[in-house]
Nanobody
């Protein structure tokens, strides 16, 4: 199980970035995916999650209405569209996955429940 996160960068406040989490070696139709972030000196924070069905989703209050998580089955990837970015969104963003069954509505939210993690991608939002 391998995940590759990408799409981070430097953006001004109010800008947007599209983060991608590409899976290799397994079919994401059987896996729930979560996005997490960790800012310097702070604890890891859950940002968003999506079930393997691609329908059920979760957003942290801090990103609700600004971030959108989605699946691309053809590309075997999960994207996190981040809009209206704020300086406090600056962090390393990680994607993680866990087996949950074929196109399941099971939603996994907590980092401790995800056994597989990709490397992070850095998002820096300047004011």
């Amino acid at each position: 199980v391998q995940l590759q996160a990408s799409g981070g960068g430097l953006v001004q406040a109010g800008g947007s970035l599209s983060l991608s989490c590409v899976a290799s070696g397994f079919d994401l139709d059987y896996y729930a995916v979560g996005w997490f972030r960790q800012a310097p000196g702070k604890e890891r924070e859950g940002v968003s999650s999506i079930g393997s069905d691609g329908d059920v989703t979760y957003y942290a209050d801090s990103v609700k209405g600004r971030f959108t998580i989605s699946r691309d089955k053809a590309s075997n990837m999960v994207s996190l569209q981040t809009n209206s970015l704020k300086p406090e969104d600056t962090a390393v963003y990680y994607c993680a996955t866990r087996y949950s069954g074929f196109r399941s509505s099971t939603l996994i939210i907590y980092a401790s429940d995800f056994p597989y993690w990709g490397q992070g991608t850095l998002v820096t939002v300047s004011s």
